[in-house]
């Protein structure tokens, strides 16, 4: 084993991670995939799987179904993607960022005939464009709608109760299939209550796990609507690993052993706090954050938040602005001198743009705390110090408020 502290000189003390994903994972979530390797075929990690799926559920307020999958966002996007379309069917996307894109891009390379509709990067998708391009689909072709929760690259969030009040009123069949990979274990997801029908999820945001796992909880009107989708292939199919006689069918082979151990101790954490506060720890600590951006942001200088109304503003994310090549000159401060690591702008400008420079991220997402999340904002502040980034003063006493209110 390589001691990290020869491969990275700089600050000594606990680093810190503070991009949308991979995010902090718990001690006590590594603590619990420390062991020897368990036996799969019975026992303990067998025993453990019928609560598991319950739980797992319970997190997405969902009364249907979950498959699980071995993989990252990505394979949860094409496995839903998979399940609900066959070659030649239509889909309508809802953008808000480059995620929105990035599944949409999925979709038409797997032969889905792809409508996006393109709401930019830094507003909400609209619920009157989407029942506008319902109704224009005469003949029903559209099998489904796919809106990104909140869009880890731009940090809207989409309101999902709307857009499935706009299909309904549309009088359209289509299923609501929402990503929720930034925003699950973090922001209000009510999915039985918000109607959607199919929710993708991932191991290594608000669910506090190293990436590796994925998921895609299905209303049964979906697992119905599945019957017939052409492009579900085994491994990908979620008929199997929803209603699985054996443990493998569960994961289309060998278990991921370890990741389930750290799943069954986060998902113990989030019961043990509670799932509406952690939304509204996760509430608190995004206000905190955005009223440091608003502090610093004012008087002209360049600083600001990618999105204007803080009720679309995701809680686990924010995507913000420095003008001047500022953002990109305090992330690397901060890495080096602090040993704070903060999100990349993504989506915002190509990298060979100097605006690329400009953008940045910082993350507030699963096992994070006051601490943590005003030390990076102290740290920031540092950083604009050490910079001369013209900024606001008062950032950290407007955080604090933000906090205690
Ligand atoms: C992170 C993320 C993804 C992609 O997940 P990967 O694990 O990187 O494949 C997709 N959608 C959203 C909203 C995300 O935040």
């Not at 000594?12 to 949308?20: D, E, N, Q, V």
């Not at 697992?223 to 006689?245: I, N």
């Not at 990109?328 to 990349?344: H, K, M, Q």
């Amino acid at each position: 084993m390589t001691d990290r502290s020869s491969q990275t000189p700089g600050p000594s003390g606990r680093t810190y991670l503070a991009i949308p994903g991979p995010s902090v994972v718990p001690d006590r979530v590594l603590s619990a995939m420390h062991r020897p390797s368990p036996n799969i075929y019975a026992g303990e990690l067998v025993d453990m799987m019928p609560a598991m799926v319950a739980d797992l559920k319970r997190v997405a307020l969902c009364s249907g179904h979950v498959a699980i999958y071995i993989a990252n966002g990505h394979g949860a996007w094409e496995a839903s993607i998979a399940n609900m379309f066959s070659r030649g069917d239509r889909a309508l996307v809802a953008a808000t960022g480059r995620f929105g894109l990035g599944w949409a891009d999925a979709a038409a390379r797997m032969g889905v005939d792809v409508e996006v509709l393109d709401f930019g990067r830094s507003a909400p998708a609209e619920p009157a464009r989407i029942a506008e391009a319902l109704d224009a689909d005469r003949d029903r072709r559209i099998r489904a709608v796919l809106v990104t929760h909140v869009d880890t690259a731009s940090g809207v969030r989409n309101d999902v109760a709307a857009i499935r009040a706009a299909i309904d009123a549309a009088g359209h069949p289509a299923l609501l299939a929402v990503d929720a990979i930034a925003s699950l274990g973090c922001d209000e997801m009510r999915m039985d209550e918000w109607g959607i029908d199919v929710l993708v999820g991932a191991s290594q945001k608000g669910l506090m796990l190293p990436p590796g796992l994925s998921f895609v909880w299905l209303s049964d009107k979906a697992l119905e609507a599945s019957r017939t989708a052409g492009l579900a292939t085994p491994y990908w199919d979620w008929k199997p690993r929803t209603a699985a006689a054996e443990f493998y069918q569960l994961f289309g082979g060998t278990a991921p052993t370890h990741h389930l151990y750290g799943l069954r101790t986060a998902l113990d954490m989030i019961a043990e706090e509670g799932l509406e506060q952690v939304w509204a720890r996760h509430r608190r600590l995004a206000r905190a954050v955005w009223a440091a951006f608003d502090a610093w942001g004012v008087e002209g200088h360049p600083i600001g938040l990618n999105v204007r109304d803080p009720a679309h503003r995701g809680h686990s994310v924010t995507a913000a602005r420095i003008g001047d090549g500022g953002g990109g000159r305090l992330r690397r401060w901060l890495e080096t001198e602090a040993g704070v690591t903060l999100g990349i702008g993504l989506g915002m400008a190509l990298p060979t743009e100097p605006a690329y420079q400009d953008f940045l991220r910082v993350a507030h997402m699963g096992h994070v705390n006051a601490h943590m999340t005003l030390g990076v904002l102290a740290t920031m502040d540092a950083g604009m110090r050490a910079l001369a980034i013209p900024h606001g003063e008062g950032a950290l006493a407007a955080a604090a408020d933000a906090l205690a209110g």
